[in-house]
């Protein structure tokens, strides 16, 4: 019976990433995703790879910046492996300031030029703003260009089966089971996102946070990501617009809901008027792997053999370089270049 180094629960940018940096460490890789790879999160993010220190925990800015530093190298080596452009964006985003304030410490109060030159479409809006440095992906074709990566390195990829249980013999690994068939590995790891506690026997505490958002086409240029306090906008160099994004408990719930999509839709219209031109070309719902403390939960489980890499909430895409290269590091035995003792799932007792 065929067996390998380690099975990857879970075909998103989180797991797809890291059975590429296993794969590169030389071990044999088995992805089994209850679904279509990169059709669940990854597919429905936004892509802004925002790392500001005082938009996130703590223990958690420096592993973002870190990953954010990581980024122009982790798609130049997905566009070559895979042949694909993925629309990294370095132009910035413009941050408008909230009613008591500019938005974020982390970005520069100085404008590298005026508001209306910066950003031609907010050329009415009147309100404070600062500029940071940060980029922005195509999540979807990120996800596109991992998969074909993963494919041409050799990952084994098993698609439309939903791994159920973690199995274990004398307190160690031994494989999965999904609801057809068992596979065998020594290490199995649990990139699972929102679906991380369905797995047995270890109740990983991840939930989804439902997230909906559409896209425009026809309107105004947009160069920058621009964040306001009731909506963001991403551009695409293709000329779509993304708006978004709401934050719901909804449970596994993906349905948008007209009246919400329109609230984001009027939101964007206050900031850029000139978005009337546009016609709406799609609206979706993610599901956002929440955590109870808000940090993602990266390490070995109390089974041996048995990891983590799940909960990264709203930054999967930007903390994907660096939870893949950590993981493989810890998975392979390798010395960690980042501190994961905060993200343990011996935390939440897992």
């Known amino acids: 019976m065929k067996s390998w180094d380690v099975i990857v629960a879970g075909g998103g940018i989180i797991g797809l990433s890291l059975a590429l940096a296993l794969r590169k460490r030389g071990a044999s890789v088995l992805l089994v995703e209850r679904g279509e790879p990169g059709r669940e999160a990854s597919h429905a993010a936004a892509g802004m790879l925002a790392d500001s220190p005082s938009e996130l925990p703590q223990a958690l800015a420096e592993l973002a910046a870190?990953?954010?530093?990581?980024?122009?190298?982790?798609?130049?080596?997905?566009?070559?492996?895979?042949?694909?452009?993925?629309?990294?964006?370095?132009?910035?985003?413009i941050v408008l300031a909230q009613e008591n304030g500019a938005g974020s410490p982390h970005g520069r109060p100085d404008l590298p030029a005026p508001l209306a030159e910066l950003e031609p479409a907010l050329a009415g809006a009147e309100c404070e703003a600062i500029y940071c440095q940060e980029r922005s992906v195509d999540p979807r074709a990120l996800s596109a260009a991992a998969l074909k990566a993963a494919h041409h390195r050799g990952v084994d990829i098993s698609s439309g089966a939903e791994v159920r249980e973690c199995l274990a013999d004398r307190g160690r690994v031994t494989g999965v089971r999904t609801g057809r068939t068992e596979y065998h590995a020594p290490v199995v790891v649990n990139c699972t996102g929102a679906w991380a506690g369905h797995?047995?026997?270890?109740?990983?505490?991840?939930?989804?946070?439902?997230?909906?958002?559409?896209?425009?086409?026809?309107?105004?240029?947009?160069?920058?990501?621009?964040?306001?306090?009731?909506?963001?906008?991403?551009?695409?160099?293709?000329?779509?617009?993304?708006?978004?994004?709401?934050?719901?408990?909804?449970?596994?719930?993906?349905?948008?809901?007209?009246?919400?999509?329109?609230?984001?839709?009027?939101?964007?219209?206050?900031?850029?008027?000139?978005?009337?031109?546009?016609?709406?070309?799609?609206?979706?719902?993610?599901?956002?792997?929440?955590?109870?403390?808000?940090?993602?939960?990266?390490?070995?489980?109390?089974?041996?053999?048995?990891?983590?890499?799940?909960?990264?909430?709203?930054?999967?895409?930007?903390?994907?370089?660096?939870?893949?290269?950590?993981?493989?590091?810890?998975?392979?035995?390798?010395?960690?270049?980042?501190?994961?003792?905060?993200?343990?799932?011996?935390?939440?007792?897992?």
């Open 66 to 93: 870190a990953s954010a530093g990581m980024y122009p190298e982790f798609a130049h080596e997905l566009q070559d492996e895979s042949g694909m452009k993925l629309d990294l964006r370095g132009q910035g985003t």
């Open 199 to 350: 797995i047995s026997p270890v109740k990983i505490p991840t939930r989804p946070v439902k997230g909906q958002m559409l896209a425009v086409v026809g309107g105004p240029e947009v160069r920058h990501v621009i964040r306001a306090p009731e909506v963001y906008l991403v551009p695409r160099s293709d000329g779509r617009i993304l708006i978004g994004a709401t934050q719901e408990e909804a449970g596994f719930d993906k349905r948008t809901d007209p009246s919400t999509i329109q609230q984001l839709h009027q939101a964007a219209l206050r900031l850029i008027p000139a978005l009337s031109q546009a016609r709406v070309h799609e609206a979706w719902a993610g599901l956002r792997p929440g955590t109870p403390d808000n940090l993602p939960i990266l390490g070995e489980t109390a089974i041996p053999g048995y990891f983590v890499a799940a909960g990264h909430f709203r930054d999967g895409i930007l903390l994907a370089p660096v939870t893949a290269q950590v993981m493989g590091q810890l998975i392979t035995g390798a010395k960690l270049e980042c501190d994961l003792s905060a993200f343990s799932p011996l935390r939440f007792g897992c």
